[in-house]
C-alpha cells in the first residue's frame, strides 16, 4: 500500500509541477553564474597587452615589463652566437599576449660567454664528415690545407692556434679548428 501511494506521486500532476520548476531555476541559476557571476569574478576580457621585449637588453626588458605591471622571471639562458649578450631571446606568454596584471613572464636570456664544449676526434674522418661532426659540436671549420697522401679527402690533423688538437678537451662553442 505504501508502495503504490508512492508510485501515484511520481506519475502525479504535482511532481510534474516540482521537477519542471526545479529544471526552470537550475537553468537560471547556472546561466546566471556563467553569465554575471563567473565573468565579474575573473575579470573576463580585461587585462594587459604583453609587450615584444625580443633582443632586448634584460634590464631595459624587466623595466618595461615591470612598468605594465608584470613580473619578469628568467627562467632559462641560451647561447646564440649573433646576439649581444643578455638579452632576451625567449618570452612566456608571447608578445601581445592578453594577461591579468601581476602575471609572471618567464624569459630565456642569450649567455655572456659561450659554453665549453668537447672536441670530437675527427682524425682519419672524410673532409666531409670532419666538418659535419665540428659543425653539430657548434665548432667552426677554420682553414683546411692540402698536403698529398694516399688517402684522398681525409682529415691528417686537426689545428687549434696552430698546435695539433687533443680530442676530448673542452673549448668555446664557435671555436676555429682548422683541418690537414
Known amino acids: 500500500s505504501e508502495a503504490i501511494f508512492m508510485l501515484r506521486y511520481f506519475i502525479s500532476k504535482e511532481f510534474f509541477l516540482t521537477l519542471l ?10 546561466a546566471l553564474l556563467f553569465t554575471v557571476f563567473l ?31 608584470l613580473n619578469p622571471v628568467v627562467v632559462d639562458c641560451t647561447y646564440i652566437e649573433d646576439l ?11 608578445a601581445l599576449s592578453r594577461v591579468k596584471k601581476d602575471r609572471t613572464v618567464f624569459l630565456t636570456l642569450n649567455k655572456e660567454s659561450p659554453p665549453m664544449v668537447e672536441i670530437p676526434n675527427i682524425v682519419d674522418l672524410s673532409l666531409y664528415h670532419a666538418k659535419a661532426t665540428l659543425e653539430n659540436w657548434k665548432l667552426r671549420v677554420g682553414k683546411v690545407s692540402f698536403v698529398p ?31 690537414v
Open 21 to 30: 520548476g526545479l529544471i526552470i531555476l537550475g537553468t537560471i541559476g547556472v
Open 84 to 94: 649581444p649578450p643578455l638579452v632576451v631571446v625567449q618570452q612566456r606568454p608571447v
Open 149 to 179: 697522401d694516399i688517402a684522398t679527402n681525409v682529415v691528417l690533423e686537426a689545428k687549434l692556434y696552430g698546435e695539433d688538437v687533443n680530442p676530448g678537451n673542452k673549448e668555446a662553442q664557435g671555436t676555429t679548428i682548422d683541418l
Open 39 to 69: 565573468p565579474n569574478y575573473t575579470q573576463h576580457g580585461s587585462g594587459l597587452i604583453v609587450p615584444s621585449i625580443y633582443e632586448m637588453e634584460y634590464e631595459t626588458a624587466v623595466s618595461k615589463l615591470e612598468r605594465k605591471g
